[in-house]
């Protein structure tokens, strides 16, 4: 193994300019950790947004970008069972992803889905991760609940509305900016997709109904909030990713408080590994399956070059993709497909965390 490596360093903040390519030692994977050789990392919302300085990386992460990676496990730390060197994997991890190599805690990591390659692998766990603790989780999503995603097409909005559909019967409703991005959650099973442009919330009203709906997940917040609530049926929860349009929002509490609803937030990244590994094993037993039939699947938008780092956080910058952008750091693999390996069986039976 090599002793350094490239890497992508945010020198100041700003646009994709700031992006630079540098040299720097590998890192040791330290207890429960492993070290994945980098073969295609995913470009997210958060490293945009991290780029431009709003968004630091919590006390102990690394400073370079990327949340999501898929490679081989290269170095196995102390304590970790279950994963041997030449895994090939696909993990959440905590920064630092926007590298040749990366460490992260072992509980983050899950097989790649067969039939899968590195570069749709390296487009999973962020927004699978993400939709499964905000719908699932925090959200709470019953059988044949509904369900509205703003930004449907987004990797976070075509995850949730697939789970949501496949996993709970839920009937979901979705907005986007575009009729080419309203088409694809039409195609994705939305029962209803409107342009965010426009009046989206008297649309939705008029084909909702007076049902209301149950669960919404945004990222907008700001102005969208009071909407949002009054859209929602007695019981209904308000699941917040981000604030884009606005930190602060005018709310009435007194309806909160009399039809009973749930207005929340989540950001992932600080929790825990264990909280994370929780994620990573409900992923795997449940939504892994229906990856492999195809009755779930992930989209690539575009598989850019490391070389090309500030492409593929332009693309971002427009707001103009459909599902996901990747990086392939070794662009000779990453549109291979791996094999299976000794730890995807033993996850998928659950002795990987024993």
């Not at 939504?287 to 699947?297: F, K």
Request: aromatic content about 6%; some cysteine.
């Amino acid at each position: 193994m090599p002793t350094d490596m490239n890497v992508v360093e945010t020198r100041g903040a700003g646009g994709p300019e700031v992006l630079h390519h540098a040299r720097r030692p590998i890192p040791r994977p330290g207890k429960g950790e492993v070290l994945i050789r980098v073969v295609v990392a995913g470009v997210n919302r958060p490293d945009i947004q991290q780029r431009r300085g709003l968004y630091p990386p919590p006390p102990g992460a690394s400073d370079l970008l990327g949340l999501d990676v898929s490679g081989v496990v290269a170095a196995v730390g102390e304590g970790v069972t279950g994963l041997s060197e030449g895994d090939a994997v696909c993990a959440l991890v905590n920064g630092g992803g926007y590298a040749e190599y990366c460490t992260v805690p072992s509980l983050q990591c899950m097989p790649i889905p067969d039939g899968y390659s590195f570069a749709q692998a390296a487009a999973l766990p962020e927004v699978f991760f993400t939709a499964w603790n905000n719908v699932f989780m925090l959200g709470r999503l019953s059988q044949g609940e509904h369900l509205l995603v703003q930004g449907g097409t987004s990797g976070v909005g075509m995850a949730a509305i697939q789970m949501a559909r496949v996993l709970r019967n839920a009937t979901v409703y979705a907005t986007a900016g575009d009729e080419e991005k309203l088409q694809v959650c039409r195609d994705l099973g939305c029962a209803l997709a409107v342009d965010y442009h426009g009046a989206w919330d008297d649309l939705l009203r008029q084909g909702v109904g007076d049902r209301g709906i149950d669960l919404i997940l945004d990222g907008q917040a700001g102005p969208y909030t009071q909407r949002e609530l009054d859209l929602l049926a007695p019981d209904g929860r308000l699941v917040l990713i981000a604030s884009h349009l606005g930190a602060e929002a005018n709310v009435n509490l007194r309806q909160l408080v009399r039809r009973r609803q749930t207005l929340t937030g989540s950001t992932l990244r600080p929790r825990s590994a264990s909280y994370k590994g929780g994620i990573a094993r409900d992923l795997v037993e449940q939504v892994w399956p229906h990856l492999e039939s195809g009755r779930i699947e992930t989209r690539l938008h575009a598989i850019v070059p490391f070389a090309d780092v500030a492409q593929a956080h332009s693309i971002l910058d427009a707001n103009q993709q459909i599902g996901k952008v990747v990086m392939a750091v070794d662009g000779a693999r990453a549109e291979a497909i791996p094999g299976q390996s000794t730890y995807c069986n033993s996850m998928k039976s659950g002795s990987a965390y024993s």
